[in-house]
């Protein structure tokens, strides 16, 4: 039976039949090759194939390209090259119930599951529904000011406030469920989600959680204090951070997208309604991932 998309393409496959998204990270030296092993494997197969069309004409797959993939439906993306592409694919389709793999070409690979030599065999399984997929704690940032409170954007790993440039350090109030915890100067705060907690965190003195913990993780950057201190809270508290600062103020979200915040704004950090949603496989422990990519480096 014919499905047709928004856009009104009628695709001639069956209702049943799985279909992929697939994103490459084109500054990525082995994402065509990966692409190429992709399309060779499900060739034949009851699975369609289907790439942003910028992508698409990138590594020569037109017919397979679409102007906004995220507003078709699809079984799962795979995302080609390092947790930071993961990430942003992640962001693409939140709010949406897509589950999103990662293939690694990156250094790390703490959140993509596949590595190009298993590559084959990986997707094989996602053909038999050989894998599950892990629900992870997605943040959201909003900006408070006298014109109201607007949305920022969802982030998986952290979303972080900093000083811009040579900007003085900054002045920060930090409220939980709007009680005053304290004031303190730092180079800013990084508010994690436990999958974050491998990221800037870490390298900021942070902890490493358990991404099936349900916390929030307050991480301070440079703090000129004795007193500020890594601090977990619970996943339904409500992060209020009040900036005192003459100039240059940015707001993260996962390294990727920024927002310039002004003078006097608040920044309010909580959890999304919605969650990230990461394939993985039932043959790969978190501690195994762990200790392969972190501990022994």
Known sequence: MARQNIFGTVFGVDAGMMQLAVFPNMSKRRAGEIVDRIFNFYQNKDV?????????????????????????????????????????????????????????????????????????????????????????????????????????????NDVVITKGGVARMLRLGLYINETHLMDYKADGLIVSSPTGSTAYSLSA???????????????????HTFQMRPLIVNENEEVLIKISASQDIMLTLDGQ?????????????????????????????????????????
């Open 48 to 156: 369609r194939l289907v790439m942003p069309a910028t992508e698409a004409r990138q590594f020569r797959r037109d017919e397979y390209g679409l102007p906004c993939v995220e507003r078709v439906h699809v079984d799962m993306a795979l995302s080609i090259g390092g947790d930071g592409t993961l990430l942003g694919v992640c962001r693409r389709f939140s709010g949406q119930s897509v589950p999103v793999c990662g293939i690694n070409l990156g250094t790390l690979g703490f959140l993509a599951d596949i590595e190009p030599r298993e590559l084959e065999s990986r997707l094989g399984k996602i053909l038999a529904g050989q894998y599950r997929v892990e629900r992870r704690l997605l943040l959201s940032a909003y900006v408070r000011n006298e014109f109201g409170e607007k949305f920022l954007g969802n982030a998986i």
């Open 257 to 297: 997208v920024s927002h310039k915040i002004q003078p006097n704004d608040e920044i309010i950090v909580r959890k999304a309604k919605e969650s990230a949603q990461i394939v993985k496989f039932d043959d790969k422990n978190y501690y195994d991932v762990l200790k392969a990519k972190m501990l022994n480096t």
């Open 205 to 223: 003195g942070g902890p490493i959680l358990n991404p099936t913990i349900r916390a929030l993780l307050l991480t301070p950057i440079c703090a």
